[in-house]
C-alpha cells in the first residue's frame, strides 16, 4: 500500500487545518491507519488512529478533544481534521498503515506499522 499525505501549512495558534492521507491499492479490513509526528530533536509519536474494520478509534492525551480522525472508505483515504492548534503541534505529520491482522487495537507504537508515507509539515505560530 502507499501513501500520500497533504494538506499541512501554516496556521496561527487557535486556528485549524486538515491533513489527508490517500492510500492507493487494497486496504484490507484489518488494517488500521494511523497519524504519527515528528517534532524537531524529538522521537516521532502516536497522534490519532483508525481501525479499518470497527471504526474504532484512538488518540493521544495530548491532541484529545482537539483533533478528530475520520476515514472515506470509498475514497481510501484518512483525515486528520485538527482545531484549537497551538505550537507545541508544530511538527512533520506522517500518515502509516499497520497490516498485520495479528496486531492489538489500539496499535499506538510506530514498530507496529510498515507502511509510511511521507510527512507534511505543519507550523502553528503564536
Known amino acids: 500500500v502507499q501513501l500520500q499525505a497533504s494538506g499541512g501549512g501554516s496556521v496561527q495558534a487557535g486556528g485549524s487545518l486538515r491533513l489527508s492521507c490517500a492510500a492507493s491499492g487494497t486496504i484490507y479490513s484489518s488494517y488500521i491507519l494511523a497519524w504519527f509526528r515528528q517534532a524537531p530533536g524529538k522521537e516521532r509519536e502516536f497522534v490519532a488512529g483508525?481501525?479499518?474494520?470497527?471504526?474504532?478509534?484512538a488518540y493521544a492525551d495530548s491532541v484529545k478533544g482537539r483533533f478528530t480522525i475520520s476515514r472515506d472508505n470509498a475514497e481510501n483515504t484518512v483525515y486528520l481534521q485538527m482545531n484549537s492548534l497551538n505550537v507545541d503541534d508544530t511538527a512533520v505529520y506522517h500518515c502509516?498503515?499497520?497490516?498485520?491482522?495479528?496486531?492489538?487495537?489500539?496499535?499506538?507504537?510506530?514498530?507496529?506499522?510498515?507502511?509510511w508515507g511521507q510527512g507534511t509539515l505543519v507550523t502553528v505560530s503564536s
Open positions: 502509516a498503515a499497520d497490516t498485520d491482522p495479528r496486531t492489538k487495537w489500539p496499535s499506538v507504537s510506530r514498530y507496529e506499522y510498515d507502511y
Open positions: 483508525i481501525a479499518w474494520r470497527s471504526n474504532s478509534k
